[in-house]
T-cell receptor, first 113, second 115 residues
Framework: DSGVTQTPKHLITATGQRVTLRCSPR?????VYWYQQSLDQGLQFLIQ???????AKGNILERFSAQQFPDLHSELNLSSLELGDSALYFC????????????FGEGSWLTVV | DQQVKQNSPSLSVQEGRISILNCDYT??????FLWYKKYPAEGPTFLIS?????DKNEDGRFTVFLNKSAKHLSLHIVPSQPGDSAVYFC??????????????FGQGTTLQVKP
């Protein structure tokens, strides 16, 4: 158990819909990262937050957004969903930013039908 | 632009033998490298890391080698055990260039250790 908690574990939704994925980082971790893993793909970095502020942005679509709240939990919002958005979405956290090992949650399986 | 590449999608090894997983990178700013292991339906778990000031780091059965001039790193598992069967991801980070801590991952190599 990495200490990073993600909900929901599985989600099936229709195209055009919007979903929110939730992440609670390890206790004391200030940085939260979101990654996407599509079928046969590696882990693609989406976005990072540090202590409530956006720190880095990767290959995140404009239809996607995220935020980190004062209690340090984070949410990834996916809107106008397309079939190609079906993937495993991982949240990860680290104590600070650079130089720390990143610990991953178990992921949220999103299936868009 | 694939900055971290794992060119072997899969590797099969006999139990007790050595497993060697390879990783290449293109960004010369990368100076911190990690290996993660992932089982199906689970998140990646941290295995071992190495800083660019070293060329080798060892932790039990796992050893990571870094060749900076070749921009290549490898993970050696000796002896391999059936429980090591998983997907292994190589990841890199650029600590000195104001990096935020985000990791860039390779595509992964599926290791199968046969009893």
């Amino acid at each position: 158990d990495s200490g990073v908690t993600q909900t929901p574990k599985h989600l099936i939704t229709a195209t055009g819909q919007r979903v929110t994925l939730r992440c609670s980082p390890r206790s004391g971790d200030l940085s939260v990262y979101w990654y996407q893993q599509s079928l046969d793909q590696g882990l693609q970095f989406l976005i990072q937050y540090y202590n409530g502020e956006e720190r880095a942005k990767g290959n995140i679509l404009e239809r996607f957004s995220a935020q980190q709240f004062p209690d340090l939990h984070s949410e990834l919002n996916l809107s106008s969903l397309e079939l190609g958005d079906s993937a495993l979405y991982f949240c990860a956290s680290s104590e600070q930013g650079a130089g720390n090992t990143i610990y991953f949650g178990e992921g949220s399986w999103l299936t868009v039908v | 632009d694939q900055q971290v590449k794992q060119n072997s999608p899969s590797l099969s090894v006999q139990e007790g033998r050595i497993s060697i997983l390879n990783c290449d990178y293109t960004n010369s700013m990368f100076d911190y490298f990690l290996w993660y292991k992932k089982y199906p339906a689970e998140g990646p778990t941290f295995l071992i890391s190495i800083s660019s000031i070293k060329d080798k780091n060892e932790d039990g059965r796992f050893t990571v080698f870094l060749n900076k001039s070749a921009k290549h790193l490898s993970l050696h598992i000796v002896p391999s055990q059936p429980g090591d069967s998983a997907v292994y991801f190589c990841a890199a980070s650029a600590l000195r260039s104001g990096n935020t801590g985000k990791l860039i991952f390779g595509q992964g190599t599926t290791l199968q250790v046969k009893p």
